[in-house]
């Protein structure tokens, strides 16, 4: 019968890459009309894997090939989750994918996934990128923590060669990132990094809020404060937004410098903290859905700025090549409130004697 033979060709399909949807359909024969579940067989595309070059690769996705296995490998559990109501199954590899040129496509995934993937429309690429946002996000503190010791002797042994600077654990700033809600507001993100790794961050904060008061309603000055030892003195640096501290070191105002070591100090201490400009470069270069607004939710936000910075200091693990950059960060300066500088006023006498120390004993000569 009809029934039967039909029954007998999905069983020979069982063994093929098949979608999950099912869909009902009507056998019609002598006997009357029954209703038997059917699976489509899952369109077959062209795989990026195999059908790019390297540097085309490479210029969509922003890893290699090989590294690409190696973020699958890395965060294979977290691929693994499937969406609630997802009727589709998607590889680990293909997840990835649409994640990563999602982030590299100003966030209009609306061109994301159309090409290689087996997804019907915009709004599937948007929730697999978010749901995979979500789940590496989770994963923060393994890939984003401040440096060991050892590693903080290597980072000043660095840029003291670089720029002169001695004692220097890490740079901090703030970025903007433009955001549909609330209206009219910016998102901050405040970073702490070192060698191009962002080792701290926080991005909860809207555009008008001053760095310092993001830095002091961070866990960040308590952590510093903590850890810092007067007989092995390490540093941040930080512009004049941030308060002088004897962990924290800010440039000396301009209508305050005395001398000529005091200059050398300013001028060394600017060249180090260009450093965290080039970083935040990088990072929005690399996933240029940072420089424009970011349409989404806010928790999706915070996910996918999450997963952006973990892929960018995994991307500096795993030696990939830097991203082009522009000028600074890309911010759009004309809509941005610029932070006024608190200057060394309150001062305390500590923080001052730590910043003379530093000048007498490296830029006095």
């Known amino acids: 019968m009809e029934v039967i033979e039909f029954i007998e060709d ?11 949807d099912l869909e009902m359909v009507d056998i019609v024969n002598a006997g009357g009309g029954i209703r038997i579940p059917r699976r489509h067989i899952r369109e077959q595309r062209a795989s990026p894997m195999n059908e790019l070059t390297d540097i085309k690769f490479r210029k969509i996705f922003g890893f290699s090939k090989d590294n690409v296995l190696r973020l699958v490998d890395t965060f294979r559990e977290e691929l693994n989750v499937q969406r609630d109501n997802c009727s589709t199954a998607i590889m680990p ?12 496509t100003n966030g209009f995934h609306r061109s994301v996934g159309m090409q290689w993937y087996v997804l019907r429309s915009p709004s599937a ?36 060669v670089q720029h ?12 903007h990132l433009e955001i549909v809600r609330p209206p009219n507001h910016y998102g901050d993100v405040e970073v702490f990094r070192c060698r191009y790794r ?13 760095d310092s008061r993001i830095f002091r309603e ?30 924290l070191l800010t440039p000396i105002r301009d209508d305050r ?14 060249a180090t903290r260009l450093n965290v400009d080039h970083c935040f470069g990088m990072l929005k270069n690399r996933f240029p859905f940072l420089l424009y607004i970011i ?13 952006a910075i973990i892929f960018h200091n995994l991307a500096i693990n795993f030696k990939e090549d830097p991203p082009e950059e522009t000028d600074e960060d890309g911010e759009r300066v004309d809509h941005l409130q610029f932070d006024v500088g608190l200057g060394d006023e309150g001062v305390g006498v500590a923080s001052d004697v730590m910043r003379r120390k530093i000048i007498s004993e490296f830029f006095n000569r």
């Open 125 to 160: 690429v948007c929730t697999t990128a978010n749901t995979v946002a979500h789940a590496i996000a989770r994963r923060r503190n393994d890939f984003v923590r401040l440096p060991s010791r050892e590693e903080e002797d290597e980072i000043a042994q660095d840029f003291f």
């Open 257 to 270: 410098i005395n001398s000529e070591s005091e200059r050398r100090y300013n001028r060394a201490h600017q």
């Open 198 to 210: 962002i080792r701290f961050f926080t991005c909860r904060f809207p555009g008008s809020a001053h």
């Open 295 to 307: 349409r989404s939710k806010m928790d999706n936000v915070v996910a996918l700025v999450t997963t």
């Open 218 to 247: 961070s866990p960040l000055p308590g952590i510093l404060e903590q850890s810092f030892d007067p007989r092995r003195p390490r540093f941040v640096l930080g512009d004049q937004a941030y308060p002088l501290s004897k962990y």
């Open 10 to 20: 999905l069983e020979r399909l069982e063994d093929e890459e098949v979608d999950q």
């Open 93 to 104: 590899l293909e997840k990835l994918l649409i994640t990563l040129e999602f982030l590299r």
């Open 164 to 175: 002169h600077f001695p004692c220097v654990r890490g740079l901090i700033d703030g970025t």
